[in-house]
């Protein structure tokens, strides 16, 4: 029997999820993984949309079924692993809200000088490395039934450069930073309120070990640091304190500093850099 695929990138957000829940749950021998790049689009190319229509990471193939979205992809996992994990609760649809999106964070900018950042940093690289890619694929014969997935696509990032090389209207790049300053608010109120609200006993979510939420919450949780300025995981919670102008609860700080010593996370993140 073909064993389940697993399509991951070692630098998406939500990809994390999946690879520190494949080490938890005992699957790394049960489930084979399969590298979709990112930086060259590799989620947009047609074999891939073909494989998931959702075209994004990290997405599972497994017995003629997809699992395309990060929420479904831990279910299946945690439905196929002997270990047990705790169901998950609101916290995980809190934590993948639109209002928190950590992929919209690492973009965002809520005046000029994120911006200025943001163009000498690598999000800049990122986009350019992208598009070009996104314009062979949509140009391919057999891309024509995605089209209008291209369209978004494209919309999207050429939209991001034109804000961060200033060829925008003011009014346009204003309604970004109102957009930006929106996601930053919801991101601290989910950082200092939600998250804590939800961990019981701890030190995890689900109580001594990860449960389904622990392993949508840690994603977010490590990306937040990055975006907060740290780059190794040690360096997260003071950078965290210092973006969003607070301490951070003691339940969470528990948390955080639960997974450094898992193997999961030495796996997830090499060298301790969060991304």
Known sequence: MTKPVLYTFNLSIWS????????????????????????????????????????????????GKVYGSTVEVIE??????????????PLTDAVHHASVDPNFAWF??????????????MQKGFLQARLPKIKEFA??????????????????????????????????KQKFFSTSKANYESSRTFLLETLP????????????????????VVAWLFHAALIAGATHANEGLSALEKHF????????????EAWLPRESFKATYPNDIVH
């Open 16 to 63: 994390a999820c999946a690879d520190i829940a494949r080490v938890e749950l005992g699957l790394v021998d049960k489930i084979d993984v399969m590298t979709i790049d990112l930086v060259q689009a590799e989620n947009l190319s047609p074999e891939f949309i073909k494989t998931s229509p959702n075209a994004t990471l990290p997405a599972v193939t497994a017995d």
């Open 76 to 89: 299946y996992m945690i439905k196929t692993s002997s270990v047990k994990a705790a169901p998950r609760t």
């Open 108 to 121: 965002a900018t809520r005046n000029d000088a994120e911006i200025a950042a943001r163009v000498s940093g």
């Open 139 to 172: 140009d391919l014969p057999e891309s024509a039934p995605y089209k209008a997935l291209y369209d978004e696509k494209l919309a999207g990032t050429e939209g991001l450069l034109a804000i961060y090389e200033g060829k925008v209207p003011e009014d346009a």
């Open 197 to 216: 609200s939800a961990i019981t006993s701890g030190p995890f979510v689900a109580g001594d070990v990860p449960g389904e939420d622990d392993f949508h």
């Open 245 to 256: 102008g607070a301490s951070i609860p003691d339940k969470v700080k528990v948390l955080y």
